[in-house]
T-cell receptor
Framework: DAGVTQSPTHLIKTRGQQVTLRCSPKSGHDTVSWYQQALGQGPQFIFQYYEEEERQRGNFPDRFSGHQFPNYSSELNVNALLLGDSALYLC????????????FGPGTRLTVL | QQQVKQSPQSLIVQKGGISIINCAYENTAFDYFPWYQQFPGKGPALLIAIRPDVSEKKEGRFTISFNKSAKQFSLHIMDSQPGDSATYFCAAAMNTGFQKLVFGTGTRLLVSP
């Protein structure tokens, strides 16, 4: 049973560019959450998708957007990249409607130069 | 009110000793309190979690103590081992049906041989 997978592992972009990160949830999970983890900090909630809709959103600008596909996989898009967007981006999957643990993927390390 | 405060920032414990990490929260609507363990280059992995209807939960060498009136909870690692050296995050979430984890800032634990 594959856990949460994310791609790519590492990514280097320059300021102003756009980036797309991808996530496949754990088998049987239908909800995907995205978190940003800056170096030396705890993960910060970006948003959460269920049934292909954004259900909750954290305190992130509209430059951050996402999508969930019918197979529950998800993408995180960041436009107009800033230096401060450099971080580890984590995807977590869970089952909606149940207080259950969130399983995290290994993350995508984004570096903005 | 959404914050979770974690201490200490770093901790050095001798092999066989007890590691203790503390967290405090403000929002009384939180009702799910997990602890995550993160190794370098990996995503956070759920260690143990507690709900406010119990004051303690033990799983192997890991114990959560929960004090609802003080709005505090702590992780105790008994018989700490070098393999426990990692960063530990406490988190909190509300029972809204769609979980959004609010993380502490993390504690870097080093268990010396």
């Amino acid at each position: 049973d594959a856990g949460v997978t994310q791609s790519p592992t590492h990514l280097i972009k320059t300021r102003g560019q756009q980036v797309t990160l991808r996530c496949s949830p754990k088998s049987g999970h239908d909800t995907v959450s995205w978190y940003q983890q800056a170096l030396g900090q705890g993960p910060q909630f970006i948003f959460q998708y269920y049934e292909e809709e954004e259900r909750q959103r954290g305190n992130f600008p509209d430059r951050f957007s996402g999508h969930q596909f019918p197979n529950y996989s998800s993408e995180l898009n960041v436009n107009a990249l800033l230096l401060g967007d450099s971080a580890l981006y984590l995807c977590a999957s869970s089952l909606a409607g149940a207080i259950n643990e969130q399983f995290f993927g290994p993350g995508t390390r984004l570096t903005v130069l | 009110q959404q914050q979770v405060k974690q201490s200490p920032q770093s901790l050095i414990v001798q092999k066989g000793g007890i590691s203790i990490i503390n967290c405090a929260y403000e929002n009384t609507a939180f009702d799910y309190f997990p602890w995550y363990q993160q190794f370098p280059g990996k995503g956070p992995a759920l260690l143990i979690a507690i709900r406010p209807d119990v004051s303690e939960k033990k799983e192997g060498r890991f114990t959560i103590s929960f004090n609802k009136s003080a709005k505090q909870f702590s992780l105790h690692i008994m018989d700490s081992q070098p393999g426990d050296s990692a960063t530990y995050f406490c988190a909190a979430a509300m029972n809204t049906g769609f979980q959004k984890l609010v993380f502490g800032t993390g504690t870097r634990l080093l268990v010396s041989p």
